[in-house]
């Protein structure tokens, strides 16, 4: 291990070297030094002339590295200024993983063209939600309920989170794997907002939700893609994943989470055959 880089007698370059092997241009090596990553190891204090060693880049490195992943400016400032105390950025990085491989699957899935099923377990976070509970009979009534109820966060002045799809809770459940088709359901429908906060004009409005804290874990998955304009396909669907549960004798610990991929904030503008959301529901 080497241990003191004084004593490694190493060679050093200049900043346009450091631009080829990197890949970065000379101004925005500038720049990062300027914001305290990727400092040179000397400065000459007439000329301006900086020399880089192999140690600095690395450090450039790391910070390409950092990008790639999607760290924030601040994240990337947070890991270079204070590398003893990265726990923050650890869970962020760990956030963005969770929710990259869930697009991978709802991608993948769709690119068949074809209904299938897909089942896997996925890790949910804790999430704050603007929720309502309503009883519905018919797709177009959630999707009626959920459209005013993500209205009104934006009457309240609440800001939306964008890392995690509306959701409903549907209550019954075990009850009622396929269910009637003419027959309401309880389900409470929940739209992630960021932290809860003070918001301006929450008081004049009478309100359909309330928010609360929707904790998360570890969750055994199935993401359907198909069409959803035959009648009563959702107990069919439904059905399918309470019949998974079992085989696998699986216990269920939770009400089951309907994930809405395709959901008003996205757009309506969706095939009818190319519909994609997930059940999931927390297992031991």
Known sequence: MLSNI???????????????????SRSFLIKLEKKGIATPSYIDPKTGYRRYTIIDIADILQYRLLREMDASSEEIAEYFNDRDNISGIIDRMKLRRNLLNRAIEELELRLNKEE??????????????YCGTESFVTPKEVE???????????????????????FSIRYDTRDKRQGDKDKPYTAKICVPIEE????????EIDAMGEVELIQGGSFFSMLYHGGYSKPDYFNDVFGR?????????????SEV?????????????IEPNDYVFRFAAMVE
């Open 241 to 253: 994943f309470w019949e998974e549960l079992e085989k696998r004798d699986l216990k269920v610990i």
């Open 196 to 203: 809860v906060r003070d918001v301006c004009g929450s008081d």
């Open 116 to 129: 299938e099923y897909m089942f896997s377990y996925v890790e949910l976070p804790d999430v704050f939600c």
């Open 144 to 166: 009626e309920f959920t459209i005013r109820l993500a209205e009104e966060i934006i009457d309240m002045g609440y800001t939306r989170f964008p890392y995690e799809p509306i």
């Open 6 to 24: 004084d004593e490694m007698n190493l060679k050093t370059y200049t900043v346009q070297d450091v631009s080829r092997t990197t890949g970065l």
């Open 257 to 269: 989470r309907a994930i809405a991929i395709v959901a008003p904030y996205v757009g309506l503008d």
